[in-house]
């Protein structure tokens, strides 16, 4: 069933503080890809293409945000590797002198 106009804008407001706290990045880019979807379709009016497009926006930060927590983690989890090799692979290491 098709949302009106009106429902796309509430959908758009009041799903926004929702997208901020409760939805994973699967979600998140699943709704961007639907919101992207009907942008490309056309056939919105101008008030329903705006709401789209906001909606888009805080979609896309929630997924860059999953992003550069998923990016912080690999860092983290890389030092913490690097770290307990001690020295870790030797790249950096003292090498004799070629000669």
């Known amino acids: 069933m098709a949302k009106t106009d009106e429902q796309a804008q509430q959908t758009a407001r ?10 994973g990045y699967e979600q998140a880019r699943d709704e961007l890809v639907e ?15 705006l709401a789209l ?15 550069e927590g998923a990016r912080a983690r690999l860092d983290a989890a890389l030092a ?3 770290d307990a090799d001690g020295e870790g692979d030797g790249e950096g290491a003292e090498r004799p002198a070629e000669g």
């Not at 009041?14 to 939805?23: H, K, M, N, Y």
């Not at 919101?35 to 293409?49: F, I, K, P």
Request: charged residues 40%; glycine residues 6%; negative net charge.
């Open 14 to 23: 009041s799903d926004t503080p929702r997208a901020e706290t409760t939805l």
């Open 35 to 49: 919101v992207v979807r009907r942008l490309e379709a056309g056939g919105t009016s101008l008030e329903e293409s």
């Open 53 to 67: 497009w906001e909606r888009g926006e805080e979609l896309a930060k929630v997924c860059r945000r999953w992003l």
């Open 80 to 82: 913490d590797e690097t």
